[in-house]
Each structure stands twice: as structure tokens, then as C-alpha cells.
T-cell receptor, first 115, second 113 residues
Framework: AQTVTQSQPEMSVQEAETVTLSCTYD???????LFWYKQPPSRQMILVIR??????QNATENRFSVNFQKAAKSFSLKISDSQLGDTAMYFC????????????FGKGTRLHILP | DAGVTQSPTHLIKTRGQQVTLRCSPK?????VSWYQQALGQGPQFIFQ???????QRGNFPDRFSGHQFPNYSSELNVNALLLGDSALYLC????????????FGSGTRLTVV
């Protein structure tokens, strides 16, 4: 069974600093997607960044980037120049490719950006 | 561009009652998935509907059932509510077989008392 583990329940950083959120996962599949989702108090799950497992290049989206280590089954999220609006719950998630499969979420990391 | 719409936003029910939650998918999407998010936890997959049929199911009892209509909207029904059913219920839509572009709604907060 696939599992996603986030070992940091809560983190706080000063505005404009860089922060890294950790995630490990377990799967026997070779083709899959990994995601980071942001859930602000509005509750809507917002896609931050997505990584296809077959791509060696790490995905980036503006201030957000990932460090994808397939062999180690590690998928961390780096937020550069953090902003107050980045305060939210962040979920690491996994889904198998080519099956419209369910998304498996970690338990989340609550991130506080301090002014 | 309408996103995923869920109703109602909040709901309070008594233990033993039945509840129906509703979801309208994003325009152009044909697949709807439902997730349960307990307080302080990540969402857990309940089931997925495509072409008006349940295609996948997570580890949830038969008290949880659903339906998808010809216009792709969906309902989640929970019978014989338990206190432990209190959670945020999220709906996610996608276009089957394409790009894993899941779009989530803002959820329905269900409280069972």
C-alpha cells in the first residue's frame, strides 16, 4: 500500500526567509505523480506544485520548488522569500499515473509565516 | 470559469440521522471524487464516480454511498451518522484520463452531535 509521511506537524519562519517542508512516501509503483497542496483557512485545497516521477528535473513554480529524490522516495518543498499569504496547511500527496487513481495525502504540516 | 461548488457549507446533524452533500464539478470535468478530512488530518479517499458509476472506493463502510448525475454533479450520502463522521468533506473533479488536473471545492463541514 502506498503511504505518505510528513514528519513536521508544525513550522514557523520569519517573512522573507526560506523554508523547506519534508515528505517521504512509499510505493512499489514506478510511474506516479507527487503533489504539494496548500490548504488555507478557506479550506479549499490548492495545488502548489506537481512532479511526474519519470522526470528527473525538479519542478519549480515561481517561489516554490521541490527536491525529488526518487531512489530515496523523498519529495521536499522549498518556499523561497516566504510571504504572510503562505501561512496554511501544506499536504504532500501521491497518485498513480494512468489510472485516474485516488490521491493519497500525508497528515500535513502547518506553516506559520511570522511578520 | 466556475470551479468546484459544494453545498451546504456547514451542516449540523444528530447521531443516527442521514445526510446528503452535493458537488458540482468544474466546467469540462466529468469525474468526481469525494474525500473525508478529519480535524488535523489529511484527506482520505471515499470513492470516485465516472459515467454515473462508482469506479473506486476507499476503506469506508457501506453507510457511505454516492451518486453521479448525467450533468456530472454528484451527491454523497451518509446513513446512520456517528459522532466520528464529523469532518470536512471535500469534493474533487477532474477530466478522466487527462493531466491529473484535480480541482477541489471548499468542502462541507459536517458536525454530528
Amino acid at each position: 500500500a502506498q503511504t505518505v509521511t510528513q514528519s513536521q506537524p508544525e513550522m514557523s519562519v520569519q517573512e522573507a526567509e526560506t523554508v523547506t517542508l519534508s515528505c517521504t512516501y512509499d510505493t512499489s509503483e514506478n510511474n506516479y505523480y507527487l503533489f504539494w497542496y496548500k490548504q488555507p483557512p478557506s479550506r479549499q485545497m490548492i495545488l502548489v506544485i506537481r512532479q511526474e516521477a519519470y522526470k528527473q528535473q525538479n519542478a519549480t513554480e515561481n517561489r516554490f520548488s521541490v527536491n525529488f529524490q526518487k531512489a530515496a522516495k523523498s519529495f521536499s518543498l522549498k518556499i523561497s522569500d516566504s510571504q504572510l499569504g503562505d501561512t496554511a496547511m501544506y499536504f504532500c500527496a501521491f497518485t498513480q499515473m494512468n489510472r485516474d487513481d485516488k490521491i493519497i495525502f500525508g497528515k500535513g504540516t502547518r506553516l506559520h509565516i511570522l511578520p | 470559469d466556475a470551479g468546484v461548488t459544494q453545498s451546504p457549507t456547514h451542516l449540523i446533524k444528530t447521531r443516527g440521522q442521514q445526510v446528503t452533500l452535493r458537488c458540482s464539478p468544474k466546467s469540462g470535468h466529468d469525474t468526481v471524487s469525494w474525500y473525508q478530512q478529519a480535524l488535523g488530518q489529511g484527506p482520505q479517499f471515499i470513492f470516485q464516480y465516472y459515467e454515473e458509476e462508482e469506479r473506486q472506493r476507499g476503506n469506508f463502510p457501506d453507510r457511505f454511498s454516492g451518486h453521479q448525475f448525467p450533468n456530472y454533479s454528484s451527491e454523497l450520502n451518509v446513513n446512520a451518522l456517528l459522532l466520528g463522521d464529523s469532518a470536512l468533506y471535500l469534493c474533487a473533479s477532474s477530466y478522466r484520463g487527462r493531466d491529473y488536473g484535480y480541482t477541489f471545492g471548499s468542502g462541507t463541514r459536517l458536525t454530528v452531535v
